[in-house]
C-alpha cells in the first residue's frame, strides 16, 4: 500500500492510501475460493462451481468483504506508519474499489490536540460573590414544610383547594371516567369549577356548552395532560374527598425530616445552602479561568469529539422535555438552530478536557482511592443509595475511570484556581433564585 499525508487541519488528519489491481486482486481470489466451498449453485455439486460464475452471482458480497478488510488494513497501516494514537476510530471517505482498477480510500485520524505548558499566573478572573441571606432561608424551610403535606380525607363539604376522586359518565353511556380533581371555582375544567361544597358520596349534573374554550374531543388530552370533556351532558359522583394538609413550622417538622429542632433544621438549611453557593462559585470561577486560558493557551481540538459532545448535549435536553411529561416531537423545538447555538458550548467543553487533561499529566496529579470513597460518600447524599450500592454500579457500568478522571480534572483546575487572581464582586447565585 501506498500511504500519503493528504491534508492536514488541527487535530485531524487525512491521508490517502493507495494499492495497485496487481496488490489487491489475489483478496477477491480469495474471497471467492471460500464462498465456493460455502455456496450452492444450481446444476453443480458443492464446491465445485466455477469461480466465474461464483464471482458473478455474488459479486456484491464479495466486495463488500473484500472491502471491509482493505479498511481495517489502511487504518492499521496509517497508524503503524505515522505512529498515530487516535482518540476516535478512524473513517473512511472517498472510496474507490473495483474489478480491475486501483483501490484508493481516504482514512482520517483524529488525534489528541499538544496542549502547551499552562499555568494561570498572572492571569486574572472576576467572579460574583454569593451570600445566604435569611428571606433565603426562609424560602428553603417553607420549601420543605410544603413537601412535607400529606393528604387527609374530608368527612363534611369540600373547600375551595380540595381535592376529590370523582366519577365523570356522560349521559347514555354506561362506564364513566374516574378523574383526580380539584375544587377550584377559576378552573377551566366544568367540574372542577362546581366540587366546592360537594361531599363524598353526592351525585349531581354538568353541561358541557359548545362554547367552552377549554373543550376538545372526548378523551383528547390537553397540553398539561388532563382530559378534556366534550360537550354534552354528564353524571358526576364524587367517590372520595382529601384535603392537602401542611404542618406547623416547628420542632415537630424538624424532628420529621431529620433535624434535632427548628434551630438546628435551619441551621442545616442554612449550612447546604451556603455549600450549594460556594460550589456555584467554584463552577463560575473554573468557567472562566479556562475561557482565559484556553485564549491565552490556544490549540485545536478534534472536530468530531465536539460534535458528539453536542449530540449528547441536545440528547440530554430532549430526555430533560421527556422527564417534565412533554413529547419531544410535538415541543416545536427547531433543532438545527438549538444545535448551532449550543455549538460553542460543545467546543468549550472539549477545550475544557484537554486543558484539564494536560495539566493534570503535567503535574502527575491522580486520585486516591480515598477521594474515590469520599466521591461516592458525597454522591449518595439523599438518593436513599449507599456510597457503596453507587460504586458498585459505577464499577459495573465500567464508569470508575470516569469517576478518577472527574476527580483528577477538579483537582488540576484547583491548581490553576490557586495560581490565577480572582477578583469577588457583587451577584446573585442561581440557588438564591430557589423558592
Known sequence: M??????EDGCQKIYEVKAS???IAPRFDQVTKTLKSQVRIPGFRAGKAPESLVRGQFRKAIREEVLEHLLEDSAK???EKFELKPVLEPYAADLHLDDGQPFSVDITIEVAPEVPEISASGVAIDCPKFEVTQEQVDRAIESI???A???KPVEGEALEGDFAMAVITRKGQAKGLERFLGALPKSEHPVERVLAGKKAGDEFEV???EEAEHVHAEGEEHAHGEQKLAPGDYVVKVSKLARREVPELGDDLAKDVGAESLGDL???VKLDLEARIQSEMRDIQEERLIDALAAKFPFPVPPTQVERQLRGDLEEFAENLSRQGMDVGKAGVDWTKMAEARRPMAQKKVVAYYLLDAVARQKAIEATDEEVEAYFVHQARGTGLSPDQLKAQAKKDDRLDMVRSILIHRK???LLLSQASVTFTEGKAASQETT
Open 21 to 23: 489491481w496487481e496488490e
Open 77 to 79: 497501516a496509517v497508524l
Open 2 to 7: 501506498d500511504i500519503s499525508l493528504k491534508s
Open 207 to 209: 353541561t358541557v356548552g
Open 412 to 414: 488540576a483546575a484547583d
Open 145 to 147: 414544610r410544603q413537601r
Open 266 to 268: 435551619k441551621a442545616r
Open 149 to 151: 403535606a400529606v393528604m
